[in-house]
C-alpha cells in the first residue's frame, strides 16, 4: 500500500485465526529423513532398467519445428479466463499460470492479456508513432525511424490494477492463475521515452503526456511528464522478439511500477499538455472506491505484493510428507524486494524465505522456503517488504484502510489451507 501510516506496519501482532489452527507447528530449516517418502532405489524399475521408445527411435530433425513449442506433455501450462468475469471476448483477460513456473521471466507466449478492444492486427510497415501538442515540432514517426533511436533492455514486471480484485470482499477464485495471475515479468527492448520526446522539443508548461492506442478502444491514459522523462520506454521487442499482437505488436508503452492500464499498447499517439484528459480509463475506471462513496484517483504505483505459487489449488502437494518446498513470487513499483516472509501456521510464525535469481528495480522476485512437512493441515502465506520499507499488509488491514467497494489494487497477504492429502483451497483467516 502506498500511503506513509502504512509504512512499516506491525503484522507480527497475534491476532484470532480458525480452530484448525491448534494443530499447526512451524517448522524451519532441514530435517533428517525428508525423503523418507522416496521410492527405494534399490527396487527395481522399469521405466529405468527397460529401455524406452524414446531411446529406441529417432526422432525429429531440426526442421520440424522451426518456431520452437512446448513439449506435448506441457500442453496444460496456457493462459485461462474466467467466463463470467467479462461478457464480451473483445473486452477481456485471460491470466499467467503462475503456479507452473519458475524463476522470473514470464514465457512470451504466457503473457496475461488485457484488451478493450480485442488484439489490433498491424502491419509494422503501415505503422506510425506521432507525438505531437506542447512540442516545438510535431513528429510522426515510422517504425523504420525508431529504429535508428538508441534503445535499452530493461526487465519489469507488468500488473493490471485489477489483478486480485475479485477478492476485495472474499475468497473467490481457487487458484493463483486466477487470483494474481494479471502480471508478467520480461525483458523489454526499446526506445527511452525521453529520447523521443527531446527530439520533439517539449514547450515550457507541459506537465502530461496522453499516450493512445492503435486498437479499436483507442486506450488513452494521462501520464505525468516527470514519468515519461524518468524511465518509460516505447517498445518494439519482448524477451528478444518481437512483442506479441496481444501484447501491442508493433509497439508499446512501459509505464515501470505502475498499473497496466497505462502500458498503452498498439501505440500510435503521444499527445503533450498541460494538464490531464481525465479520460474514461481514469474517471469511470481505474479509481478506488472507497467506503465513504468517494474515488482515490491517480494511483499509478503497484503496491509491494508477493503470492505463493506452490502449492496451491492448481499445484497440490503430491510427493506426501518430508521435504517440501514453498516458492512464488513478491514484486513492488517501489523498487527492489528486500526481504519475503513466510508462515505455514495462517501468519502466527514467520519465517524468513530465501530469494534467489535477479533482484532486479520493479521486477518480480522469485523466493523459496523449504520445510519438512509432517502431513498436518496448513495455511500458508507470504509477507513481502520492499526497499523503500513497505510491508505487505493483511487484507483486514488493508479493507480498514480502503473498505470493501474497489476492484483496484488488493496487495493484501494471500492465504492457502493445504490439506492432509496435499490439496489446496482459497481461504481468508481472521
Known amino acids: 500500500m502506498s500511503s506513509n501510516n502504512e509504512k512499516k506496519s506491525g503484522l507480527d501482532r497475534p491476532v484470532s485465526r480458525r480452530g484448525l489452527l491448534g494443530g499447526l507447528a512451524a517448522s524451519g530449516g532441514v ?114 525511424d525508431l529504429m535508428r533511436f538508441p534503445r535499452e533492455n530493461r526487465v519489469y514486471f507488468l500488473e493490471c490494477a485489477a489483478n486480485s480484485g475479485m477478492e476485495w470482499r472474499g475468497a473467490q477464485l481457487n487458484g493463483c492463475q486466477y487470483t494474481h495471475g494479471m502480471v508478467h515479468n520480461v525483458m523489454y527492448t526499446g526506445i527511452p521515452l525521453k529520447l523521443l520526446l527531446e527530439e520533439a522539443g517539449i514547450k515550457e508548461g507541459a506537465r502530461w503526456l496522453l499516450p493512445e492506442g492503435a486498437d479499436a478502444s483507442a486506450m488513452t491514459r494521462s501520464v505525468p511528464l516527470e514519468k515519461g522523462l524518468e524511465d518509460c520506454l516505447v517498445a518494439f521487442k ?55 462513496g468517494k474515488a482515490r484517483r491517480f494511483t499509478w504505483a503497484m503496491d509491494v505484493k508477493s503470492v505463493i505459487t506452490n502449492p496451491s489449488p492448481q499445484a497440490p502437494i503430491m510427493h506426501g510428507r518430508g521435504q517440501t518446498i514453498i516458492t512464488g513470487l513478491a514484486w513492488s513499483g517501489a523498487g527492489k524486494i528486500n526481504r519475503v516472509d513466510v508462515s505455514i501456521d495462517g501468519g502466527r510464525n514467520w519465517q524468513t524465505a530465501r530469494l534467489n535469481g535477479p533482484s532486479l528495480d520493479k521486477s518480480l522476485h522469485r523466493f523459496y522456503y523449504d520445510f519438512d512437512w509432517d502431513g498436518s493441515d496448513l495455511l500458508i502465506q507470504s509477507r513481502a517488504i520492499d526497499e523503500a520499507g513497505f510491508v505487505q499488509p493483511t ?15 488488493n496487495n493484501g497477504i494471500q492465504t492457502w489451507h493445504v490439506k492432509a492429502d496435499g490439496s489446496a483451497e482459497n481461504v481468508e483467516v481472521s
Open 31 to 144: 530435517a533428517a529423513g525428508l525423503f523418507a517418502g522416496r521410492a527405494n532405489a534399490a527396487q527395481p524399475d522399469p521405466l529405468i532398467t527397460d529401455i524406452q521408445d524414446w531411446n529406441r527411435y529417432l526422432g525429429d530433425g531440426v526442421d520440424s519445428r522451426p518456431y520452437g513449442s512446448p513439449s506435448e506433455f506441457e500442453s496444460h501450462v496456457v493462459r485461462r479466463d474466467v467466463s463470467w468475469l467479462t461478457a464480451d471476448a473483445t473486452s477481456s483477460v485471460n491470466f499467467t499460470p503462475l503456479h507452473a513456473l519458475d524463476g522470473i521471466i514470464t514465457p512470451n507466449g504466457l503473457c496475461f492479456e488485457r484488451h478493450h478492444g480485442g488484439i489490433a492486427e498491424i502491419n509494422p510497415a503501415d505503422h506510425r508513432l506521432m507525438i505531437h501538442g506542447m512540442v516545438d515540432k510535431p513528429l510522426v514517426f515510422t517504425m523504420q
Open 395 to 409: 487484507k483486514k488491514e488493508l479493507r480498514a484502510a480502503r473498505g470493501e467497494n474497489s476492484i483496484y489494487h
Open 238 to 292: 519482448m524477451n528478444g522478439e518481437a512483442l506479441r499482437p496481444e501484447q501491442g505488436y508493433p509497439l508499446r508503452l512501459v509505464v515501470p511500477g505502475w498499473e497496466g492500464n497505462m502500458w498503452v499498447k498498439w501505440l500510435r499517439r503521444i499527445e503533450v499538455g498541460d494538464q490531464p484528459w481525465h479520460q474514461r480509463e481514469e474517471t469511470s475506471k481505474y479509481t478506488d472506491l472507497l467506503a465513504n
